[in-house]
């Protein structure tokens, strides 16, 4: 049995997330973690609300809520609605925990200790009409590289290079608009990763498997311009982790809290202990830590592009500069951009369709396919209407649902709601199970390399193999002529109804469950012989006609969601 520890990008507290970041990071790590249990072996699942920063502080004062208090409600909403898309963490934690306190104050001392953090006194952005500093990201103007006119004070989203407020033209506050900003001197710790460089870079040259997404953005970072820089990892706030060195304060950082970028990817760790002291688990070190079990783990991370920066470099260099046994990451699976019809999904601007809306259009299972068999992998990815429609359509409902309804209803309308008897397969049905059998096999290598349209286009042609089967050997027909061929028939097709189940979890958990309760079968075993699997249902086994598996989405309903959605939130 392998053991996997996966963990999804965790998304940040001011709000709902839209389809975007569902598809960036949760959904595909979802996928993973489900086949991976498919398949027998240990997995630890975890992701998190990030809960620090000025967004929490101004989406708090916004709804008239203490932060705290706001943080606790979103965290359950964003809860809720992860479990209604169905996404299987082990545990699903918050940044705000005092295990990610103790925890990051932690690290900071084993930094500190290193020799891998200074004081530096800087100069900040004031602005006078908001009457505070302003973290970065909470100014914006045009980037000196590419000249894109929304860059915020820390990356570009358009080119993501790394900026600083004062590398922006024309900067502006974005809580208020002001441009009356002002620098003023203040006192911050900063992170020395440039001591890092050479081992991060021969670090990340010996991930070989990584996608080139993954590796090219690392290495942009760590070699445009002067290279990778130090990094502040405090701020002018009051909401976050309180600034000390392990368990002793800080002198001169008594007012500060670590930047939310420097706590919020260990809270991948504290979410496990979080997960112990839930009563869920007994042992979380035997994940993180090599020196308790841990070197037998192999850790995967999902997450959009816009967080791998972060994630190659800044929090690995908190891992190697601890000087302690840490797991660090095996494999990153990076995301590009899913856009929203001709724009930009955006928390921020409101744009796109948000999870808690598409819950109410349409089950999860509808959603969960389109995402992930149009996963951005190699470049951004579009979604539309019109896309969604004819792949709900085409896929789910005339490939998979009416395959299902066909065999069915013909079983119980020629024979009964049992399968039927009849000889042995023959060499229509042998060659039928020889192509699933090569088809499965390649999916299970598409899986486990993280390929996600790849899996679902595999997956995809396995439902449409018994389509195909179907319409040669014409049971329908056959019955006219030769009753018991055509119990042989259905018999085959009835066995790839829970075969399709099974293989289909990690893609639509509610319709594999809703399909195996309709053919009365518990075994969710992974079809490691075809053969074996196909002949699992015996003559006399009884089912139930299911209720239609996947309904088609109507014009009129596309063209209503069109305009409901046209890129503003109610």
């Not at 100069?123 to 009457?131: F, L």
């Amino acid at each position: 049995m392998a053991r996997h520890l996966i963990t999804s990008a965790i998304p940040y507290i001011n709000g709902i997330k839209h389809l975007g970041n569902l598809v960036g990071s949760q959904l595909p790590a979802d996928l993973f973690a489900r086949y991976q249990r498919a398949r027998g072996n240990e997995v630890m699942f975890l992701c998190a609300t990030d809960e620090h920063g000025t967004p929490a502080e101004l989406a708090a004062a916004k709804a008239g809520q203490p932060v705290a208090e706001y943080c606790a409600e979103m965290h359950e909403i964003q809860a809720k609605i992860a479990e209604g898309f169905r996404l299987s963490f082990d545990h699903f934690g918050r940044s705000s925990s005092e295990q990610n306190h103790k925890l990051t104050q932690h690290f900071a001392g084993r930094l500190a200790q290193a020799g891998l953090i200074r004081e530096v006194e800087e100069t900040q952005m004031y602005s006078h009409a908001d009457g505070r500093f302003l973290p970065d990201r909470y100014i914006e103007g045009t980037c000196p590289n590419c000249g894109f006119e929304s860059a915020r004070g820390d990356q570009c989203d358009n080119c993501t290079k790394q900026l600083d407020p004062t590398d922006l033209i024309n900067p502006y506050s974005t809580i208020s608009g002001s441009t009356e900003l002002e620098e003023r001197a203040t006192k911050h710790l900063y992170l020395r990763q440039s001591e890092m460089r050479e081992k991060l870079s021969d670090w990340i040259d010996s991930k070989h498997d990584w996608p080139i997404l993954t590796t090219s953005i690392a290495k942009k970072w760590l070699t445009d311009g002067d290279g990778l820089q130090d990094r502040g990892i405090t701020r002018d706030l009051d909401w976050g982790v309180p600034v000390k060195n392990g368990d002793q304060d800080w002198p001169g950082m008594e007012d500060k809290v670590f930047y939310v970028w420097f706590d919020a990817p260990i809270e991948y760790i504290a979410a496990s202990q979080e997960w112990v002291d839930a009563g869920k688990g007994t042992d979380w070190e035997r994940w993180w830590r090599t020196d308790k079990g841990a070197e037998d783990v192999t850790y995967t991370q999902f997450m959009g592009k816009d967080n791998v920066p972060f994630h190659t470099l800044s929090f690995p260099v908190t891992i190697f500069g601890s000087q302690e046994p840490w797991k660090l990451v095996d494999y990153i699976k990076s995301f590009n951009y899913l856009n929203y019809d001709g724009g930009q999904f955006s928390t921020s601007r409101g744009r796109g369709v948000f999870m808690d809306q598409a819950l109410e259009i349409l089950p999860a299972d509808y959603w969960r396919w389109w995402l992930l068999s149009h996963a951005p992998e190699s470049s951004d990815a579009e979604f539309t209407w019109e896309n969604f429609q004819g792949s709900v359509n085409k896929d789910l409902a005339d490939v998979l649902g009416n395959f299902v309804s066909r065999v069915t209803k013909f079983c119980r309308s020629k024979f009964s709601e049992a399968v039927p008897e009849g000889a042995n397969y023959g060499p229509q049905e042998l060659a039928l199970i020889q192509e699933l059998t090569t088809r499965v096999r390649a999916y299970e290598q598409h899986m486990q390399d993280m390929e996600v349209r790849k899996s679902a286009q595999e997956l995809r042609a396995i439902w449409a193999a018994g389509n195909e089967y179907l319409q040669a050997v014409a049971p329908w027909t056959t019955f006219k002529t030769d009753p018991d061929q055509a119990a042989i028939q259905i018999r085959l097709a009835l066995n790839l109804i829970p075969f399709y189940a099974v293989l289909s979890a990690p893609f639509i958990p509610d319709a594999s469950a809703s399909l195996l309760a309709s053919m009365n079968v518990s075994n969710t075993e992974w079809p490691d012989d075809v053969a074996e699997t196909l002949q699992q249902l015996k003559i006399g086994h009884a089912f139930t006609v299911p209720e239609v598996t996947f309904r088609k989405i109507t014009d009129d309903e596309r063209e209503e969601w069109q305009t409901r959605f046209a890129g503003t939130r109610d």
